[in-house]
């Protein structure tokens, strides 16, 4: 089975959205905060269930995520055959692999995260970084929502995707739906999330759905903590320690 869980846990990126002159823009911040992109050293840890069907059928995956100043770190508890595997997203987009027997982490390169289900993860972490500003902002609406609808490019050839849209409510600025797309203009895949959680005295996000040509992946979040976590955690040169960075399948 191929590690589905892949950089999945990236949604909880902490880098701000910013407009073209640098201004931050209160609501993308405030929907950031939504999905966990929390500032200063306060960080989010929560558990994930991850179901994927596609050509290849239906697989299912259980992992423990971890989001602190713009690093997020992430170990898978099931299935059984990648119990134990760990995943490092940086601020600077750059991510990190590390499983039993493994001397040192690999590199995740930028074509690995266009495919693959190392790119379903890498949707938030590309999507929501100062790599992208803010092109226009218009209005719209989103499953019967007024919102604004945020067309962000990339400021370089590094980023993963030349553009993006992203859908945000007016009311309770809520980010509710994203588009990818590539330097050709093709929409590569999607994403809804919704905000069932609570956490941060506001709604938290509870699921995300991506889809794109060729399968469908529900990442369901619970257990949601917020607090500071030890710097060790993401270090990528301590990836294969014996510290205990996942909470154990009973604290599920």
Same mark, same amino acid.
């Given at each position: 089975? %191929?590690?589905?869980?892949?950089?999945?846990? $990236?949604?909880? *990126?902490?880098?701000?959205?910013?407009?073209?002159?640098n201004?931050?823009?209160?609501?993308?911040?405030?929907?950031?905060? &939504?999905?966990?992109?929390?500032?200063? =050293?306060?960080?989010?840890?929560?558990?994930?269930?991850?179901?994927?069907?596609?050509?290849?059928?239906t697989?299912?995956?259980?992992?423990?995520?971890?989001?602190?100043?713009?690093?997020?770190?992430?170990?898978?508890?099931?299935?059984?055959?990648?119990?134990?595997?760990? +995943?490092?997203?940086?601020?600077?987009?750059?991510?990190?692999? !590390?499983?039993p027997?493994?001397?040192?982490?690999? @590199?995740?390169?930028? %074509?690995?995260?266009? @495919?693959?289900?190392?790119?379903?993860? =890498?949707?938030?972490?590309?999507? $929501?970084?100062?790599? +992208? #500003?803010?092109e226009?902002?218009?209005?719209?609406?989103?499953?019967?929502?007024? &919102?604004?609808?945020?067309?962000?490019?990339?400021? @370089?050839?590094?980023?993963t +995707? #030349?553009?993006?849209?992203? !859908?945000?409510?007016?009311?309770?600025?809520l980010?509710?739906?994203?588009? $990818? +797309? &590539? *330097?050709?203009?093709?929409?590569? %895949?999607?994403?809804?999330?919704?905000y =069932?959680n609570?956490?941060?005295?506001?709604?938290?996000? @509870?699921?995300? *759905?991506?889809?794109?040509?060729?399968?469908?992946?529900?990442l *369901?979040?619970?257990?949601?903590e917020?607090?500071?976590?030890?710097? =060790?955690?993401?270090?990528?040169? #301590?990836?294969?320690?014996?510290?205990?960075?996942?909470?154990?399948?009973?604290?599920?």
């Open positions: 089975m %191929r590690p589905v869980p892949l950089a999945l846990f $990236f949604a909880l *990126t902490a880098a701000p959205l910013c407009r073209g002159d201004a931050p823009d209160a609501a993308l911040l405030a929907a950031e905060k &939504a999905r966990g992109v929390l500032t200063g =050293d306060t960080g989010v840890r929560w558990s994930v269930d991850v179901v994927g069907k596609g050509a290849e059928g697989k299912t995956a259980h992992f423990d995520a971890t989001s602190q100043n713009g690093k997020i770190f992430a170990e898978v508890l099931e299935p059984e055959e990648a119990k134990g595997r760990r +995943y490092i997203a940086e601020a600077d987009g750059s991510m990190w692999f !590390w499983k027997g493994l001397s040192r982490p690999v @590199s995740v390169s930028k %074509r690995q995260r266009l @495919s693959g289900d190392a790119a379903i993860g =890498d949707i938030a972490s590309t999507s $929501f970084v100062e790599g +992208y #500003k803010v226009s902002a218009e209005p719209g609406e989103v499953n019967g929502e007024a &919102a604004t609808i945020y067309t962000m490019k990339a400021n @370089s050839l590094g980023d +995707y #030349k553009q993006i849209k992203y !859908w945000v409510t007016k009311k309770g600025s980010g509710k739906k994203a588009e $990818f +797309y &590539a *330097t050709s203009g093709t929409l590569l %895949r999607s994403a809804t999330m919704q =069932d609570q956490a941060g005295g506001g709604p938290f996000l @509870s699921r995300m *759905t991506i889809v794109d040509s060729s399968r469908t992946i529900t *369901t979040f619970g257990d949601v917020i607090g500071k976590f030890p710097a =060790d955690l993401f270090d990528r040169n #301590k990836m294969g320690g014996n510290v205990q960075r996942a909470r154990t399948k009973g604290n599920r």
